[in-house]
């Protein structure tokens, strides 16, 4: 498909042209990814039913072959869990279109960098979002704590079966590396959680494993929290 870069003369006509772009392009993918999947055009219909919004055949017929120009968000939704994939592959299609016009009246641009800016991840916006940010170094520190601790208990359990004093020695060296691993992330999570409800947010659920990262809650905070 192409896509056209920004051009002095254009007006606000062109913005209609970039949402159909948009549009052609989603509905480029979702054809070609039907066919991979062998999917029918009637088969990709039943699969948006059972999933709970129903897209009609026709719909769906229409959409690929251009003759319908909208396309909801909630439908581009449905339909990359009916194909198996992410709704931002269907937006950004990368391997498949090579450029793409990320705003109207803007050059195009490769397809990876539109998906970055799409996805919070790209650099050099001069945009900043303070809780995704939160939200992305709690996700980190959660792994790292998650991983240390698997790894603690591996080498507590080699201490513990050890045939020899210089293996159970070794092992119990990388237990407490591990160990230290584990309390540098916790505290960093801990941090994050902090950072996240100091700006009004509330933190992720935490694993079982990771249950005394949060102080208990006292009879009055939890009072507080229900507006007594």
């Known amino acids: 498909m192409t896509q056209h870069g920004f051009d002095a003369g254009r007006d606000e006509d062109d913005v209609p042209e ?6 052609a392009t989603v ?20 699969k948006c039913e059972e ?19 909208t396309l909801p968000l909630v439908e581009v939704m449905v339909l990359a869990e009916a194909l198996q994939t992410y709704p931002i592959c269907l937006l950004y299609p990368v391997g498949y279109v090579e450029r793409v ?3 109207p009246l803007r050059d195009d641009e490769a397809t990876w960098d539109a998906l970055h800016w799409f996805t919070g991840d790209s650099e050099g916006f001069g945009m900043e979002d303070d809780m995704l940010r939160a939200f992305r170094a709690h996700a980190s520190h959660q792994r790292a704590a998650l991983a240390a601790l698997k790894g603690e208990k591996h080498e507590r359990w080699k201490a513990e079966t050890a045939p020899n004093q210089a293996e159970r020695e070794e092992a119990t060296l990388a237990q407490a590396a591990y160990a230290e691993r584990a309390l540098e ?12 409800r100091a700006d009004g947010g509330t933190p992720p659920s935490l694993p079982p494993e990771l249950a005394d990262i949060d102080p208990p809650r006292s009879d009055a905070n939890a009072s507080e929290e229900n507006g007594f």
Request: hydrophobic residues 40%; charged residues 35%.
């Open 18 to 23: 970039w949402a159909d772009q948009v549009t």
């Open 27 to 46: 509905a480029a993918e979702v054809r070609r990814r039907r066919k991979e999947l062998r999917m029918s055009a009637q088969d990709l219909a039943d």
């Open 51 to 69: 999933i709970g919004y129903p897209i009609p055949r026709n719909v769906i017929a229409n959409m690929e072959s251009g003759r319908r120009s």
């Open 101 to 103: 016009q990320r705003l």
């Open 185 to 196: 992330a916790k505290y960093r999570l801990r941090s994050a959680r902090a950072f996240i």
